[in-house]
């Protein structure tokens, strides 16, 4: 039996295969680029939670949209909730304007709904 893949897993899967890419072509730099990424998450005086909300807010506020998806899931994996990820996206919008906005209306408030749903 088939499994439905919604648009933000299959995103997410996109993401990941290029990640296995260039680590097969650059091994030692995805190396050390994973295991400095791990470190800067790791729960700390900011909870892991704290650290993809804000994680998000910056990636609204660079217009990157695989790091908005991959750090919506890390608020979702993380027990943020919907109002969370909202104000996050506001305080995205306050520094970015309306292109941060448009990505927390659309983008993001999509990836948040799909990825709750799979969660339960």
């Known amino acids: 039996m088939e499994q439905e893949v919604n648009w933000t897993t299959a995103f997410l899967q996109e993401y990941k295969h ?61 027990g943020a909730s919907e109002q969370e990820v909202m104000e996050a996206c506001g305080v995205a919008a306050a520094f970015g304007g309306g292109a941060a906005l448009s990505q927390a209306v659309t983008l993001v408030q999509d990836a948040y709904t799909d990825l709750s749903k799979t969660k339960h």
């Open 18 to 78: 290029g990640i296995g890419i260039f680590a097969d072509k650059m091994p030692e730099v995805a190396h050390h680029f994973n295991e400095f990424s791990e470190s800067c998450f790791k729960e700390g005086e900011l909870s892991k939670k704290q650290k993809q909300l804000m994680a998000l807010g910056i990636s609204i506020v660079a217009q990157d949209e695989y790091c908005m998806v991959y750090h919506t899931k890390g608020c979702v994996d993380q």
